[in-house]
T-cell receptor
Framework: KAGVTQTPRYLIKTRGQQVTLSCSPI?????VSWYQQTPGQGLQFLFE???????NKGNFPGRFSGRQFSNSRSEMNVSTLELGDSALYLC???????????????FGPGTRLTVL | AQSVTQLGSHVSVSEGALVLLRCNYS??????LFWYVQYPNQGLQLLLK??????LVKGINGFEAEFKKSETSFHLTKPSAHMSDAAEYFC????????????FGGGTRVLVKP
C-alpha cells in the first residue's frame, strides 16, 4: 500500500505570496491532519479534516486554511506569506476513528517551505 | 488542555548502551500516547503507541515504553543503541475523543557514539 505523499517536496516563495500544498493519504484513510514543524516552535497542529469537514483546528491565524476532497486528498493554503511561515509542513492520514488503531497517524515526508 | 514534556533536548549514548528518553504528559482524560522517530529530511515514523491495553508497549526497532499513570510518564527505552538509532524522537498525546489532534513534546535528538 502506498504511503502518504506530499507535493511539492520543496517550495520557495516571497513574502506576500500565497502557496498551496497537497497531500494524498493512504488509500482507505478518511482523516488528514496538517502540522507545522519549525526549530523554534516544534511540531504544531494546524487542522484535521475528516470526510471533507474540518473536525479540529489549531491556533493559527486565518491565513492558514485547508480543504479535503471527496477522495480524501487534502490541500492547505497559506495566504500573504510571512518570513515566519518558513517551515516543514507535514501531513498525516489515519482511518479517522478516535480510538484503538483508528487514530494511528501515518506521516508523509513533508513539504519544506522557504519564504524569502 | 494536554501537554507533553520531554526531558533533555539532546541525548548522547555510546553504541551498545541503554537508550532512555523521558516523556511526561498531562491530560484530563485517559490519553493515547505515541512515540515517533524522525530521520533527517524525512517525516515522522511511528515507533509505538499506548492505547490503554498493556502498560508495557513494544515497538519497532527494539524500542519499548512503559505507561505509568501514577507518574504521568511514558518513557522510551532500548537496551542496546545502534548507530542507526541516531535521529530525533518525539512523544505525543491525543485524547482520542477529541479527534486526531496530536500534541507533541519538544523532541529529543539522539547522538550515538561509536
Amino acid at each position: 500500500k502506498a504511503g502518504v505523499t506530499q507535493t511539492p517536496r520543496y517550495l520557495i516563495k516571497t513574502r506576500g505570496q500565497q502557496v498551496t500544498l497537497s497531500c494524498s493519504p493512504i488509500s482507505g484513510h478518511r482523516s488528514v491532519s496538517w502540522y507545522q514543524q519549525t526549530p523554534g516552535q516544534g511540531l504544531q497542529f494546524l487542522f484535521e479534516y475528516f470526510s471533507e469537514t474540518q473536525r479540529n483546528k489549531g491556533n493559527f491565524p486565518g491565513r492558514f486554511s485547508g480543504r479535503q476532497f471527496s477522495n480524501s486528498r487534502s490541500e492547505m493554503n497559506v495566504s500573504t506569506l510571512e518570513l515566519g511561515d518558513s517551515a516543514l509542513y507535514l501531513c498525516a492520514s489515519s482511518l479517522g476513528g478516535t480510538s484503538g488503531s483508528h487514530n494511528e497517524q501515518f506521516f508523509g515526508p513533508g513539504t519544506r517551505l522557504t519564504v524569502l | 488542555a494536554q501537554s507533553v514534556t520531554q526531558l533533555g533536548s539532546h541525548v548522547s549514548v555510546s553504541e551498545g548502551a541503554l537508550v532512555l528518553l523521558r516523556c511526561n504528559y498531562s491530560s484530563s482524560v485517559p490519553p493515547y500516547l505515541f512515540w515517533y522517530v524522525q530521520y533527517p529530511n524525512q517525516g515522522l515514523q511511528l515507533l509505538l503507541k499506548y492505547t490503554s491495553a498493556a502498560t508495557l508497549v513494544k515497538g519497532i526497532n527494539g524500542f519499548e515504553a512503559e505507561f505509568k499513570k501514577s507518574e504521568t510518564s511514558f518513557h522510551l527505552t532500548k537496551p542496546s543503541a545502534h548507530m542507526s538509532d541516531a535521529a530525533e524522537y518525539f512523544c505525543a498525546v491525543t485524547r482520542g475523543a477529541a479527534g486526531n489532534k496530536l500534541t507533541f513534546g519538544g523532541g529529543t535528538r539522539v547522538l550515538v557514539k561509536p
